[in-house]
C-alpha cells in the first residue's frame, strides 16, 4: 500500500512514553520519533540507574531513545520506576523544567506478562490463582497509570489539543462480553479502558482527548524470542516442522503486527485537528489503520481483531490476508 509516514507531522511536539523500554512503549515512541516529536522514554531497565524491572531483559530506554533520534525525532531516556510517586513526580518537575508542557502522554506501563502466564495457565479461577502475582498485575496495570496521569497531566492541560493515549489489550466493547484470561488480568485490561473514558470526562473542559488503544497479536520482543524468529524473518514462525526448541506459531499469527503498528496509531491521532471526536473511546490499531491510511512496515493493515469477531468466532474460514 502507498503510505509513508509524514517526518514533520509531530515536529516540536513534546511526548513522554511512560513504559518506552520494549514492546508497545518502544514501537510507540520510534513512531513518534519518526514523526518528528521530542520523546521523553521512561521505564525501569536503564544502563544509567538500576531499578529492579519484572523482566530479565537485555532492552534498555536508552535504546529506545537512541530509536527514536536516528528515525528523526529527539529521544530522550529518563529510568523511573512508575509505581514510585516520587520518582514520578520528579519526572514531572524535570518535563516542567526542559520543555515546560507535554503535548503527548502515553501510559504504556505494563510488566506482567510473566505473572499472567502463558496459556498452559490462563482460565485459572480466582481461588487458585496466586493472589500476590494477581494483585501485582493490577499494580502494574492500573496503579502505575493513576500515578503517572495524576503527577503529568497538569503538564498536557496547560494549553488546549493534548492527548493521552492510555494502551490496553483489547477495546472496551471487545472485552465487555468476553473473559479475558483471568479475573485479574480481565480487571485489568478493562480498567486501562475505563481509566480512558474517565480521563477524558476530566481532560476535555481543557481542550484534551484521551484515548485507549489496543494493538493487535503484537511482534514484541518476548514474542519474537519464544517463536526464535526476528522481525526481519516473523513468517518463518508459521512454517511447520520447526522442532521443539522452535515451536510453530499458531495461523492466527500471520496477522501479527510489528509494534511500530500502534505507534503509527497514535501518531495519527496526535497529528488530527479534530482527535477530540476520539475522546473517551477506545480503539484497535488496525481500526485506526482503516480511518488514518497508515500502514505497518511492511505495508499491510492487519486487523487480528476484526478477523476474530468476524471469522474465528463464527467458526468460519477466510483468508488472512483479506484482513492484512
Known amino acids: 500500500m502507498d503510505w ?7 515536529r516540536g511536539r513534546v511526548a513522554v512514553v511512560a513504559g518506552a523500554t520494549r514492546g508497545a512503549g518502544r514501537g510507540i515512541a520510534a513512531a513518534l520519533g519518526e514523526a518528528g516529536a521530542t520523546v521523553v522514554c521512561t521505564g525501569r531497565s536503564s544502563t544509567a540507574r538500576r531499578i529492579r524491572s519484572d523482566y530479565s531483559r537485555p532492552e534498555t530506554i536508552e535504546e529506545t531513545a537512541d530509536l527514536v533520534t536516528r528515525l528523526g525525532g529527539t529521544g530522550i531516556a529518563l529510568a523511573v520506576d512508575h509505581l514510585d510517586p516520587d520518582q514520578v513526580r520528579e519526572l514531572a518537575e524535570r518535563v ?8 503527548v502522554l502515553v501510559n504504556d506501563i505494563w510488566g506482567g506478562e510473566l505473572l499472567k502466564g502463558g496459556p498452559q495457565q490462563w ?3 480466582l481461588w487458585e490463582h496466586n493472589l500476590d502475582d494477581g494483585l501485582r498485575i493490577l499494580r502494574l496495570a492500573v496503579d502505575s497509570h493513576l500515578i503517572t496521569s495524576h503527577h503529568l497531566l497538569p503538564l ?12 490496553t489489550d483489547g477495546t472496551a466493547d471487545h472485552n465487555a462480553s468476553r473473559y479475558r484470561i483471568s479475573v485479574f488480568y480481565d480487571l485489568a485490561k478493562a480498567a486501562v479502558n475505563r481509566l480512558a473514558f474517565s480521563q477524558g470526562h476530566e481532560l476535555s473542559p481543557y481542550g484534551a482527548t484521551a484515548v485507549a488503544i489496543t494493538p493487535g497479536w503484537l511482534r514484541s520482543e518476548m514474542m519474537l524470542d519464544n517463536f526464535a524468529v526476528s522481525e526481519e524473518n516473523w513468517r518463518d514462525a508459521l512454517l511447520p516442522d520447526r522442532g521443539e526448541s522452535r515451536p510453530c506459531a499458531p495461523p492466527d499469527f500471520a496477522l501479527s503486527e510489528s509494534p511500530r503498528y500502534v505507534g503509527r496509531a497514535v501518531v495519527a491521532l496526535a ?3 479534530d482527535r477530540a471526536r476520539w475522546n473517551g473511546t477506545s480503539a484497535s490499531s488496525g481500526r485506526l489503520a482503516r480511518e488514518y491510511g497508515f500502514t505497518d512496515l511492511d505495508g499491510s493493515r492487519p486487523d487480528i481483531w476484526r478477523f476474530k469477531e468476524e471469522i474465528r468466532e463464527r467458526g468460519l474460514d477466510a483468508d488472512p490476508d483479506d484482513f492484512r
Open 4 to 10: 509513508s509516514p509524514d517526518r514533520e507531522a509531530l
Open 96 to 103: 516542567r523544567s526542559d520543555h515546560g508542557h507535554i503535548d
Open 123 to 125: 482460565n485459572t479461577p
Open 156 to 167: 498536557l492541560i496547560g494549553r488546549a489539543g493534548g492527548l493521552l493515549v492510555e494502551v
Open 271 to 273: 497529528a488530527d485537528s
